[in-house]
């Protein structure tokens, strides 16, 4: 959840900020306020957009093979990038506040990657366990700073951005637990409430294994058929050798006659 990896990111921030500058400092995740609203020695997590990695998208639905025959179809994982907003609010001092948003930018210099929540326990051979989350600075210009501030209502207050990248969203509800094609009957019986005949019960992996000696066959013959005209070329090669030798003898023999 969004909501849990921005919890866990404050509990920690709280902790690093407390050490460095004051044990009365706290962390919060809230929307962004007007410095009048805000708590003084206070740091102030929110979101400001969430956009899709791109480069990971894969729309081709995944099959978790669980055992020999049983499988989990499920859609691939969307991993997004979350753009998060540090505000720092320590009116008394000016020079302190500057201090706890230095404070801020070395804690995610020396935290560059989290583990998400829920994932924790999950098996390393998920196509959803990855990435670890990774965490980079991101650099506004001053004109989006500009419009940032604008469109949140507030005034400008010392602040940094981070994008959260590898956020990875997926869902369980949606797996279905399918069988595999080796267990899969087809039955062929007469038509109306009668029981089918078992007769006529066949496994499609028997007639996928009838199918490819049939094609193994044909292949063989071709090959065999490709070998013995291969030898027929050569020996009609060779007999064409000869006859040019013999011809080449007899022209020899009139020459000698003429002499």
Request: aromatic residues 6%.
């Amino acid at each position: 959840m969004i909501g849990n990896l921005f919890k866990d990111i404050a509990e920690e921030l709280e902790v690093y900020i407390q050490d460095k500058i004051n044990k009365d400092a706290s962390v919060k995740v809230e929307r962004p306020k007007e410095k009048e609203s805000m708590p003084d020695n206070t740091v102030m997590l929110s979101m400001l957009n969430i956009e899709e990695e791109l480069t990971l998208r894969d729309l081709n639905i995944h099959h978790r093979q669980l055992s020999k025959q049983k499988s989990i179809k499920q859609q691939r994982p969307v991993y997004i990038n979350i753009q998060m907003l540090c505000i720092v609010n320590f009116s008394n001092d000016a020079a302190q506040e500057l201090n706890a948003l230095h404070w801020v930018m070395e804690f995610f210099q020396s935290h560059r990657t989290f583990t998400q929540p829920g994932r924790e326990n999950k098996n390393e051979k998920d196509v959803d366990n990855k990435f670890d989350l990774i965490i980079e600075l991101n650099t506004l210009p001053l004109r989006e700073l500009h419009y940032l501030w604008g469109n949140l209502g507030i005034k400008q207050l010392p602040a940094v951005v981070y994008r959260i990248k590898m956020f990875t969203i997926q869902g369980d509800i949606e797996n279905i637990e399918v069988s595999s094609v080796k267990d899969i009957f087809v039955k062929l019986g007469s038509i109306g409430d009668s029981e089918p005949d078992d007769s006529y019960n066949f496994k499609i992996s028997e007639q996928k294994e009838a199918e490819h000696k049939e094609v193994e066959q044909k292949k063989a013959e071709q090959k065999k058929a490709e070998q013995k005209k291969a030898e027929q070329k050569k020996a009609e090669q060779k007999d064409d050798g000869k006859k040019d030798d013999g011809k080449k003898d007899d022209g020899k023999k009139d020459d000698q006659k003429g002499k």
